[in-house]
C-alpha cells in the first residue's frame, strides 16, 4: 500500500477544495471518508439491509433508498439505537477504505475524514493535513453552501474537536481564510505544490 495522507478539518474549512487540487493539479487520488459513508448503504449493500431489518421500512425511501432524515430522526433521541447503528458502520466504512487505499495506483493518497481527529483515525494514516480556518469562517461558508442557520453550524461545531485540538495532531496545516481570488488561489496552489512534493519525496522512502 502507498502513503497515505490523512486530510481533515472542521466543517466548511476546505477540505473537499483543497483535495480536489492535489487531485486536479497532481492526479493524487482521493478516499472521502462521507462519500464511502453513503456507498455502504446503498440499495443492495448488507449496511443497508441490515438497517432496513433493525429498523423497519419506515427509514426506506419509496425507491428503497435510505431516508437519512428518518433515520436522523429515529436515532436523535436513542442512545442505543445510535450506537448500534455506528457499530454496524464504522467496520463497513473501514473495510471499505482499506479496499480502495489498497487499489490506489497514484504516488501517494489523500484520505479526507471530517471526523478524523474525533474517531480515531489515525492508525490508518501515515501523516495529517489539517485545514485550518478561523470559526468565523467556516460559519460564514457553510452558511452560503448548505443554506443553514448559524444555530444549526454553532452545534456542529461544538460537537467536533476544537481547532486547537485538531491543530495538536497536525503534521502540516494549510491555512484556508483568505477568500479566494486569483492571487489568493496562487497561493493556495503553492503551498499544495510544495506539500506535493514533499508527499513525493516521502512517499519514495515508502518503497
Ligand atoms: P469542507 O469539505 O471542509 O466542508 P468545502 O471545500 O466544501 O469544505 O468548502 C466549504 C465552502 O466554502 C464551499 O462552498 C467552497 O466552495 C467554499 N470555499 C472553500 N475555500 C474557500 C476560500 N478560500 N474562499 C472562499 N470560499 C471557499
Redesign the pocket.
Known amino acids: 500500500m502507498t502513503m497515505v495522507v490523512g486530510l481533515t478539518?472542521?466543517?466548511?474549512?476546505?477540505?473537499?477544495?483543497?483535495?480536489n487540487l492535489f487531485h486536479d493539479q497532481f492526479g493524487i487520488e482521493i478516499i472521502d471518508a462521507d462519500v464511502v459513508a453513503r456507498e455502504v448503504v446503498e440499495p443492495g449493500t448488507r449496511g443497508l439491509n441490515a438497517i432496513a431489518e433493525y429498523f423497519g421500512e419506515q427509514v426506506l425511501t419509496s425507491e428503497g433508498e435510505l431516508d437519512r432524515a428518518a433515520l436522523r430522526e429515529r436515532i436523535f433521541s436513542n442512545v442505543d439505537e445510535k450506537k448500534w447503528l455506528n457499530n454496524l458502520l464504522h467496520p463497513l466504512i473501514r473495510q471499505s477504505i482499506t479496499q480502495q487505499l489498497s487499489k490506489v495506483s497514484s504516488d501517494y493518497s489523500l484520505l479526507?475524514v471530517?471526523l478524523l481527529v474525533e474517531n480515531s483515525w489515525q492508525p490508518m494514516i501515515d501523516r495529517l493535513l489539517v485545514?485550518d480556518v478561523q470559526p468565523e469562517t467556516q460559519i460564514a461558508?457553510?452558511r452560503?453552501?448548505d443554506g443553514v442557520s448559524e444555530d444549526q453550524v454553532h452545534s456542529i461545531l461544538a460537537s467536533q474537536a476544537s481547532r486547537e485540538e485538531r491543530l495538536s495532531f497536525a503534521d502540516d496545516v494549510i491555512n484556508?481564510?483568505?477568500?479566494?481570488n486569483e492571487q489568493?488561489k496562487q497561493k493556495?496552489l503553492s503551498q499544495v505544490t510544495v506539500l506535493h512534493k514533499k508527499y513525493l519525496a516521502l512517499s519514495h522512502s515508502y518503497l
Open positions: 478539518g472542521g466543517i466548511g474549512s476546505g477540505k473537499t477544495t483543497i483535495a479526507v471530517p485545514i461558508r457553510t452560503q453552501r484556508n481564510d483568505a477568500p479566494l489568493t493556495l
